[in-house]
């Protein structure tokens, strides 16, 4: 039990110093995204080094669809808390330099028994697709329709009514949790 314990705090103060910055770049025809990462100086680290990835939405869409395409073949059921109405997103942390948090009313996302997903602002629809959902890891994965768009991998603490999505580095979405409330109806803007 104390080795796991060693393990964990050497793991988290490990990983726990670094800090993720992301750039976003789309052309027509190539979408990637550049990612820097900062490491926190050291006593023996005087200057910060940015470590460059780059992501390819084709690669990491192909990478999500082959989970997703062994997740369906396994017959998976419906995971109630999840697939009843709607989560409306109430309060997002970005865990960046700047202004990190940001109070939120108007997102949503809805999904269905069917694994399948909707996500918009308001009445605006700004993605649909496919959901996976691992009980056991509490891991969401979601791929979007839209070939553009990168997937994201989400850690899902819920207690009755609220759910916290904390992004994992699979789809380089550590940096973000979005606090969010089951309720019956998708928010709409007040006229």
Known sequence: MIRILILSVLF???FGSCKNNTIREQN????????TQEIEPADNH?????????????EERAMAETELNDFFKSKHKPVLFLSKD????????NGQKG????IDFGEWYKFNPDFSYRHGFFSEIKDKGKYSYDLNKKLLMMLPDDKKLFPSEWKI?????????VGTAKFSDNPFQKHMQNVKEKPELKK
């Open 157 to 165: 603490l819920n207690s009755g009514d609220v759910v916290v999505l």
């Open 99 to 102: 202004p990190k948090d940001m």
């Open 12 to 14: 988290i103060s490990i």
């Open 46 to 58: 005087p200057e910060k080094k940015p470590i460059i990835k780059e992501r390819f939405v084709d």
């Open 28 to 35: 027509p025809g190539h979408h990637k995204e550049l990612s």
């Open 86 to 93: 709607y989560f409306v997103v109430d309060y997002i942390s």
